[in-house]
């Protein structure tokens, strides 16, 4: 080999090394690309500082993103950087291009698209670009999602060198969309699972209402006190106004709710029922506000809370008094700002909800003592509506005890014929503790008793708590004394035996369901457990 010979050979060989230097460092320069793109949920919101690490390598006046529609009829201008003219969002697809849809590719260079009749009638053409590096974008290396376009105002400025950087930023690019896809479907099967809950919680709230026109929680009363609270609930339903219920256990706080719910303009929305005296601390709070998938051990998925759930209708709080500080603080920004987050999320979500409360404690002697807010309780107090025990409505007690043994009759095979006026006498002059609830339980127990006769006053079975132990009850006639018939038959059913001695505690309790529990020896959720056990909910 000749002096020029090995002196060609050499240039070529350092020619080559600078080339792949050249490559190397440009390869280089796009590490910024991972910081700049990592954990990105969406290209778009970071695609001028993509533009500006490529320009670094590739030089280019516009770049963008298309997407390929799935009908593969269209793409999609996705992200788009540099330049001033902004192209359509969707551009049909001409048929010289097809073959980049319908067929591998590789890479596409374009000297000067001005000198193709065709590629001037093109959106780039007719902006005046001339040079055209285009790479694809494929998820997972094969499947061909779209193609990353970068476009030059002067002609012949790409270069088969420069393909490699382009596929290199195409592939970084790629990545961030799939995590992106990923994300999406994330969010869309965490809304689809939100929205089957929601759906489930209307079906069950459909069927509770349902249960509320039919059944035993139907408004139901003549006493002028009794109408007198229909009254308030008519008037501040037809507005939008917060309500707090106060009254003894068992005078039917639920039912002038949903009364108030039918009568107002939400009465085509949800009426969800909290009992946060039902629940602990922390399932109180998550059932209350929801929560994302993640927030704790064992959320799995994300699970709307009864705010949502009752979105464009009525949520009732029953035993507000006993909803923890925590929760407290969290409601009263729903009361404020109409405005909450779930537990574990970060979004803001509104709260279209009427709120109605309950309660039978002294609010005012909680906040005393510290342990009820007293914002929160000014907030929930803007209409006031007091419930008379049933003892102070007499008028009502043989009206209502009419209906209960007509729903009592539904379920059972032999129902009562009907009431003595010896056992109506009874009803009249017993104290009602328990209110309507305890007249309900105590006409259900009679009509067994009786196996389908008449009640009399030996199936009336009345707590025999001393009226002097509570002296919000005043004194007044007791029942008449029942004939003796023997001692109290013992059974050897446990569960029946259970199912009595619960009863029993609830009576002397007046229905209070915490002093019961510390009654029997019981959690307030173990109560819980055993009410529903034994159908006493």
Known sequence: MDDSSLRATVERLQQELQAELDTRRRLEALDELLPTLAGVLDVRDVFERVSGIAAKVIPHDLVSVVLVTEDKNSIVIYAIAGGTIRFPETVPIRDHHRPLVTSPWEFLIQGDIQADPVE???????????????????????????????????????????????????DHV?????????????????????????????????????????????????????????????????????VMLLGESGTGKEVVARFIHRASARSGGPFVALNCAALPEPLLESELFGFERGAFTGAMQAKP??????????????????????????????????????????????????????????????????????????RLQVFEIRLPPLRERPDDILPLSEVFLKDIARSHGRPPAGISNEAKEGLLAYHWPGNVRELRNTLERAAILCEGGLITGEHLMFSTLSTSENPAIAPIVTAPALPDTGPEPVTTDLRSAEKVAIQRALEQARYNKSVAARALGLSRKQLYVRLKQHGLD
Do not use: C
């Open 174 to 242: 790629a990545l961030a969309l799939s995590h992106q896809q990923l994300a999406e479907e994330a969010r869309r099967a965490d809304q689809a699972q939100a929205k089957a809950g929601a759906l489930e919680a209307r079906v069950d709230a459909l069927a509770t209402e349902l249960n509320a026109v039919t059944g035993y929680r139907r408004v139901v009363g003549q006493s002028q006190r009794w109408k007198r609270v229909l009254k308030q609930a008519t008037q501040v339903g037809a507005t939008d106004t917060t």
């Open 305 to 378: 809370g009864q705010i949502e759930q009752a979105a464009g209708g009525v949520l009732f709080l029953d035993e507000v008094a006993e909803m923890s500080p925590s929760a407290q603080a969290k409601f009263l920004r729903v009361l404020q700002e109409r405005e909450f987050q779930r537990l574990g999320g970060t979004r803001t979500l509104k709260a279209d909800v009427r709120v109605l409360a309950a309660t039978n404690r002294d609010l005012r002697t909680a906040m005393g003592r510290g342990t009820f807010r007293e914002d929160l309780y000014y």
């Open 120 to 170: 001037r009638e093109t959106p780039p053409g007719r902006a005046g670009y001339r040079a055209r590096l285009l790479v694809p974008i494929r998820f997972h290396g094969r499947e061909l999602a779209g193609a990353m376009d970068f476009l030059s105002l002067r002609p012949d400025v790409y270069r088969p060198t420069d393909v490699l950087i382009a596929r290199r930023i195409a």
